[in-house]
């Protein structure tokens, strides 16, 4: 990039430099671009630390390196052109030097910017423990009692229980299965639902709402308060 901005100058020709002969503006400007570049990659490095910001960094950069790249250029002047060397033109330097390291040191800082951190979630669902489920299944009748438990519904004063294999209607609070299940993989999605992790296909969520869709052809909805849990969980 240094390398290319000196060429860039050097072809341009700016500050009274054009009057000079094609090859020792060329160097003039690599000599001064290049070299002030590798001042100010080590003024960077050297403020790091104490300047995180890196918009605040360039403006701190740019002024800490001016008197020493502009010491590189009158002393490069001076050799190719011989230009005198005082302190009056020194730091009549400084004002014509400052401008251009602040946008060279601009133009490193988007190049060199970092992007954001990608993260990449996925939603790993684990087969519960045996033991997590069990206090709630030893509701359940014989033919169920086995069989993969897909969700529950507060149904009327009872308690619509949703398995792989049918339907089954017992007597319990809502909350006092949520407690039986308070150790098994699954989600509160709504007042009166409660669904196990493993048998979620597919979440919609839209204006505020959702709905889910369980193995079975199964639909539960899924309010605005216990949403996050599914968003933290990674299907929406």
Known sequence: ML???????????????DR??????????????VGGGLIGIAADELLSRRVTAAWRRVAVVSVFMTPAVSLLVMSTEHLL???????????????????????????????WRRSPARVETRTIIAPPLPEAEAAFRRRLSAKRRGARLIAIEAYDHY???HTDAGEELI???FDDALEDLAGAHGWRV???????????????WRRGAGEIRLVGGLTAPVSRTYGPVLKEAGWF
Request: glycine share 8%.
């Open 3 to 17: 390398v290319a901005i000196g060429l860039l100058m050097g072809f341009l020709g700016p500050f009274g430099s």
């Open 20 to 33: 000079i002969p094609d090859a020792e503006r060329y160097i003039y400007w690599m000599i001064c671009m």
């Open 81 to 111: 052109m011989g230009g005198r060397l005082d302190w009056q033109g020194f730091m009549h330097l400084l004002w014509q030097v400052w401008p251009i390291l602040l946008a060279v040191m601009a133009v490193r800082a988007l190049v």
């Open 159 to 161: 308690l619509k229980v």
């Open 171 to 173: 007597t319990l609070r």
């Open 190 to 204: 709504h007042r009166s639902w409660w669904v196990a992790a493993d048998a979620v296909e597919d979440v919609r």
